[in-house]
């Protein structure tokens, strides 16, 4: 399938990636990957808001990292800084500033693996790894010669490059 024949189906709510044309559609998320989803917009949320920082937006929303190469993902949550939003369409056209992914048994090798993988190639600054499962926060900044990654447990802080006056603990996401 090519980036046009993706973009010319109907819309729809249902969680779906295009990955070098071959379409995946997975089942819907549990409550449980849900619910930490909306943590993190409203923690980003009342972060970028206030300052006008840029928008957050939340899956399903299409992200066309390369449209030559039919690779269209879905982040779980991501956030274009204002110096960007001209790449916000109807679908975000480029890499978001940071993207981030909660972890689920049926998706963590793909999404610490490929994912991660095509986020740092097209140019993501920052990807969030939310792991449920250890109640942590694993943040890798792409914007170094070799990714870095900072690991946030409990009441240890969630360490972002791309918002440095964030204030969050791992365990506010969790508790």
């Known amino acids: 399938m090519t980036t046009a ?10 969680r779906r990636e295009l990955t070098h044309g ?8 549990f409550f449980t990957h849900q619910d930490l989803v909306l943590r993190v917009a409203r923690l980003l949320c009342d972060h970028v808001d206030p300052r006008g920082l840029g928008r957050v937006g939340i899956a399903p929303i299409d992200v066309v990292l390369d449209a030559d190469a039919a690779l269209v993902l879905q982040p779980d949550v991501l956030f274009v800084s204002t110096e ?18 909660i972890l689920s048994l ?7 693996g490929d994912k991660l993988g095509w986020y740092r190639q097209y140019g993501v600054r920052e990807c969030w790894i939310v792991d ?3 109640q942590g926060v694993e943040v890798v900044d792409f914007t170094g010669v070799l990714p870095e990654r900072r690991a946030a447990y409990g009441v240890d802080a969630v360490q972002s490059t791309v918002f440095p006056a964030l204030q969050a603990t791992a365990f506010a996401l969790f508790a």
């Open 132 to 134: 449920p499962r250890a």
């Open 5 to 14: 024949d993706y973009f010319g189906t109907e819309e729809t709510n249902r």
């Open 84 to 101: 960007r939003l001209s790449i916000i369409r109807d679908q975000v056209w480029g890499a978001p500033d940071l993207v981030v992914e």
């Open 22 to 29: 071959i379409l995946r559609e997975p089942p819907a998320p």
């Open 106 to 112: 049926g998706t963590e090798r793909y999404d610490r």
